[in-house]
């Protein structure tokens, strides 16, 4: 079965204290893994695509990486403005639809 | 541009009555998504729409919902009867929908409560 598993699924850290939040996915196909933030009250917003393994992209205090079975958003020196959910979503080979994970709440202390 | 506009974006209604929901996507972009997000289940993917074609509704929870887009701008989610157990947040998102790789773009969201 298709699936995309977020861990953990909270995430309390001090301001400055970077770590790792992880989404490993059981799909055929692969054809993009996404990255999404989302802020109480909002939609999701875009951050960013990996398409194959070993690819990394970076903006800000966000990087991601990608392997064949999971990707990592390795969150470096947070700041509280970077405390919201981040999501997860894989796209296969046959279908347009996205395959979504829980999320990782993240909680960045001052 | 103004992005994916949703309306209303607080409903509170009755079991029983019927609920549209509104959705003007990015212009331009070809494919419209509708999910339902809640504690539960997380997002979940309702319907999506290329090119004002309904393509997947296998999503779509039961008889009572339904969607339409009569045009590339425009979009609606219709429940009819409500139910309490449909209270969660809806999002439409749009995307321009040229090969696999293109993001989503999301609107705010409608959060709909039924009584």
């Known amino acids: 079965e298709d699936q995309v598993t977020q861990s953990p699924e909270a995430l309390r850290l001090q301001e400055g204290e970077s770590s790792s939040l992880n989404c490993s996915y059981t799909v055929s196909g692969l054809r993009g893994l996404f990255w999404y933030r989302q802020d109480p009250g909002k939609g999701p917003e875009f951050l960013f695509t990996l398409y194959s393994a070993g690819e990394e992209k970076e903006k800000e205090r966000l990087k991601a990486t990608l392997t064949k079975k999971e990707s990592f958003l390795h969150i470096t020196a947070p700041k509280p403005e970077d405390s919201a959910t981040y999501l997860c979503?894989?796209?296969?080979?046959?279908?347009?639809?996205?395959?979504w994970g829980a999320g990782t709440k993240l909680i960045i202390k001052p | 541009d103004a992005g994916v506009i949703q309306s209303p974006r607080h409903e509170v209604t009755e079991m029983g009555q019927e609920v549209t929901l509104r959705c003007k996507p990015i212009s331009g972009h070809d494919y419209l998504f509708w999910y339902r997000q809640t504690m539960m289940r997380g997002l979940e993917l309702l319907i999506y729409f290329n090119n004002n074609v309904p393509i997947d509704d296998s999503g779509m929870p039961e008889d009572r919902f339904s969607a339409k887009m009569p045009n590339a701008s425009f979009s609606t989610l219709k429940i009819q009867p409500s139910e309490p157990r449909d209270s969660a947040v809806y999002f439409c998102?749009?995307?321009?929908?040229?090969?696999?790789?293109?993001?989503?773009?999301f609107g705010p969201g409608t959060r709909l409560t039924v009584l």
């Open positions: 979503a894989v796209r296969m080979d046959s279908n347009y639809q996205l395959i």
């Open positions: 998102a749009s995307t321009p929908g040229q090969g696999y790789y293109n993001e989503q773009f």
